[in-house]
C-alpha cells in the first residue's frame, strides 16, 4: 500500500473499518499515519485492532507509547514484528480465523 507522506503533516486516518461477525463478536481496525513513529516503534503508523466477543477484547495488534508493537490473544501479549499494513491486517485475520476455529465458531 502506497501513501503520500509530508512530514509536516498531522496524523491522518487511513483506515477505520469495523466488521459484525455476529450478535456477539465484532471485529475493529483504526490505523492512522502518524508525522513521527510512536516510541519505541521506528514506523509511521499508530494503529488498534481487536476482535472482541462478548464484550471482551480476544485478539488484539497495537503500538501504545512505551510498549511498543506487539498483540494480544486471549490474556497472553507477545511482541509483534511490524512490517507493514497489508502484512499486518493479514496477520489480524488469520490471527481472528485461529481464535474462531479454537473456540468452535467456524
Do not use: C
Not at 483504526?30 to 466477543?53: A, C, D, N, Q, S
Not at 511482541?79 to 468452535?104: H, K, N, P, S, V
Amino acid at each position: 500500500m502506497l501513501l503520500a507522506y509530508d512530514a509536516n503533516m498531522k496524523a491522518t486516518l487511513v483506515i477505520e473499518r469495523r466488521i459484525v461477525f455476529g450478535d456477539r463478536d465484532f471485529a475493529e481496525a483504526v490505523i492512522w499515519r502518524v508525522p513521527e513513529p510512536v516510541p519505541p516503534t521506528h514506523h509511521g503508523f499508530k494503529y488498534r485492532l481487536v476482535y472482541i466477543v462478548d464484550g471482551r477484547r480476544v485478539v488484539g495488534f497495537d503500538n501504545e507509547r512505551g510498549r511498543g508493537d506487539h498483540r494480544h490473544h486471549g490474556e497472553q501479549i507477545s511482541a509483534y514484528q511490524f512490517r507493514d499494513i497489508d502484512l499486518l491486517m493479514a496477520d489480524f485475520a488469520e490471527a481472528i480465523e485461529q481464535w474462531r476455529a479454537e473456540d468452535g465458531q467456524d
